[in-house]
């Protein structure tokens, strides 16, 4: 998987206005069971540059739908 050849992270998390990072706790089913808040600036620095370095590798969309991907 592209990702972790990138070296991503496996969570699911949200930036917000590059300030807060919540990461998200889900159980097996991936039902959301709840987010935590952070605002460590080192922390949200490394998923900032995570962000960054997936939408550099990112497919277009409408190449992603026409792939049947």
């Known amino acids: 998987m592209e990702a972790e050849r990138l070296g991503l992270p496996r ?5 917000f206005d590059d300030e807060r990072l919540a990461l998200l706790h889900l ?3 991936d039902v ?3 987010a935590e808040i952070i ?3 080192a922390t949200v620095e490394q ?3 995570w962000r ?3 939408w550099e590798h990112a497919i277009p969309l409408e190449e992603f739908v026409t792939s049947g991907a």
Do not use: E, F, P, Y
Not at 11 to 15: E, F, G, H, M
């Open 32 to 34: 959301l069971l709840g």
């Open 27 to 29: 159980d097996v089913d």
């Open 52 to 54: 960054d370095l997936a």
């Open 47 to 49: 998923h900032r540059k």
């Open 39 to 41: 605002t460590d600036q």
């Open 11 to 15: 969570s699911d998390w949200w930036l």
